[in-house]
């Protein structure tokens, strides 16, 4: 668990820095019109495992920039309940970096991982931290830790829930 968490607290402690050193936030409020859905793909009974494919839809007429980082990517902004799950589809590395997304208009950005049950649960809530920015924005201005830190600030605000699905 504390794995899964640490990826998170050092991109949270990342933007904290980053609004505390500029002063103004850089969010760009256009979540309205995204969507964020997950399909599990399978149930390892036996080792209590399952792959959920995820999807971000843009129903949006214009491209809509995101953060992210490299690394573990996508699946390290996953929210879940920790208690019932792991994510193990992240990737162990020595360092990592923010790096800015896009989804095209009416476009979509799939991404797979990996859970494991630590019960016996039918089903998974699942959401995404997902911290639009403006085109512009400077991703060369922003280091790991200050992305982290605009997520935590905001994190009310930008999380992308999908609806509940079962776990075959």
């Known amino acids: 668990m504390i794995k899964s968490l640490l990826p998170l607290f050092i991109f949270t402690l990342g ?19 995204i969507v964020f859905d997950l399909k599990v793909n399978y149930d390892d009974k036996k080792h209590h495992s399952f792959e959920v494919t995820a999807s971000i839809f843009n129903n949006n007429t214009d ?18 309940d ?10 162990n590395c020595n360092i990592a970096f ?4 896009k ?4 476009g ?3 991404f797979k991982t990996h859970f494991r049950k630590n019960k016996k649960d039918k089903k998974i809530k699942l959401g995404i931290y997902f911290y639009t920015v403006h085109k512009s924005f400077d991703i060369n201005k922003i280091d790991l830790t200050s992305m982290a830190q605009l997520i935590l600030a905001n994190q009310k605000d930008i999380i ?6 079962k776990i075959k």
């Open 15 to 33: 933007l904290s820095c980053y609004a505390n050193r500029t002063g103004k936030t850089v969010m760009n409020k256009s979540n309205q019109n």
């Open 63 to 80: 491209t809509v920039y995101f953060l992210n980082q490299s690394c573990d990517g996508l699946p390290s902004l996953l929210v879940y």
């Open 82 to 91: 920790n208690n019932k799950f792991d994510n193990f589809g992240g990737i």
């Open 98 to 101: 923010p790096i800015l997304e």
């Open 103 to 106: 989804i095209a208009p009416k």
């Open 108 to 110: 979509r950005l799939d």
């Open 160 to 165: 992308l829930w999908a609806n509940e699905k």
